[in-house]
C-alpha cells in the first residue's frame, strides 16, 4: 500500500475511534462516574431464584466472569425437579414432550441460542456452546439436539412423575389458558456485570405448559427474553411469551435505558407497551421484566402484582415484589 493511503487509512480509523468514544460520552450522560461499590451485581426473575442467584455470586464475589455466573446460576432451577417450568421437571407440551428454549449474551454482544430442544438438562450450557463453537446464533430442535450430544451432553428423560400427571389432568378439559402468576417460579432470566463491569445475560425455561408441540416462546429469541449490550445494561422477561415476542420486549427495556432511562422506568414503560396495544390479553395474561443498567441499578415492572425478582448485591441477596401495571 503506498504510503500515502496508509496514512490516511490510518487517520480515518484513528478518527473513528476517537469521535466514537465521544460519542458514548455525550449519548450516556447516566453511565458516568459509577459507583464502584455497586459491583459485581446479579439480577434475576422470580423469588425462588435467590438459590441461583446465590450460585451466580459465588462466582461474581471470587472476581469471577459474568458469563460463568449467570450459566451457573440458571443451572439451578434447570436442575431442579420442583421447578415446574425450566429444564428438567418442566410441564411438558400437550403431547407430552419436554421441549426447551434458552438464550445467552456476553459482554462483547456475542449470542447462543437453542430452542425446541428435548432431552437435555442444561440448555443454557448448549446456548453457550453454540455461540463460542459455532458460527450461528441459534440452533433448534433435532439440530440443537445432535450438536449437544456432540458436545458431550447427556440424553436424558425430563419429564418427572408429577409433569406427566398434570399434563393427564390438563387433558380432561385441555383449556389452554396459562394462568397469571400460578407457579411464581416461571422462566428464569438474570443479568449480571462482575468485578470488571462485564454484563451478561441468561434466560431459560420450558416455555409454557400444555403449549402445541412446535411452540416456541420469548425466551431463547435475542432481544425477546433476553438482550444486553456492554454499553447501556441488560433485560429479561417472564410471562407470556407471545407478548414479548410481539414487541422485542427485553430489547426495548435496554434501548430505553441506552437514552438514559432508570432501569425500573424502563421496565414500566416496556410493560405498557404491551398492556396498550394487546389490552384485552393483557387482563388475562402475566408479563414481567427485569432490567439493570452499567452502573448495577436496577428495577423491576410486571403487567400485575405478583411479580417478584432478586437482585444480589453489596454481600446481600434480596426479594423484590414488583408492582402491577393492572392492579386492581
Ligand atoms: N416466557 C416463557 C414462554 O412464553 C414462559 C414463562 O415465562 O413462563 O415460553
Known sequence: MNSRRSFLQNTL?????????????KALPAFEKPDKNAFPVVIATWAPNLKANAAAWEILSKG???????????????????????????????????TLDACIMDERGMAGSVSFLEHIMHPISVARRVMEKTPHVMLVGEGALQFALSEGFKKENLLTDVARKALEEWKVTSKYKPIINVERHDTIGMVAIDMQQRIAGACTTSGAAFKMHGRVGDSPIIGAGMFVDNEVGGAASTGLGEMVL???????????????????????????RIVRKYPKQSEEAQVGFIAMDKRGRHGGYAIHPGFSFVVYQREENKVYESAGFLAK
Open 13 to 25: 480509523l484513528g478518527g473513528l475511534a476517537a469521535g466514537t468514544a465521544d460519542f458514548w460520552a
Open 64 to 98: 469471577g466472569y459474568a458469563l460463568d455466573a449467570v450459566e451457573a446460576g440458571v443451572h439451578v432451577p434447570e436442575a431442579d425437579p420442583r421447578d415446574t417450568s425450566v429444564g428438567y421437571g418442566g410441564f411438558p407440551d400437550r403431547d407430552g414432550h419436554v
Open 246 to 272: 410481539r414487541t422485542l420486549g427485553s430489547f426495548l427495556v435496554v434501548e430505553e435505558m441506552r437514552r438514559g432511562v432508570h432501569p425500573q422506568k424502563a421496565a414500566e414503560i416496556a410493560v405498557k
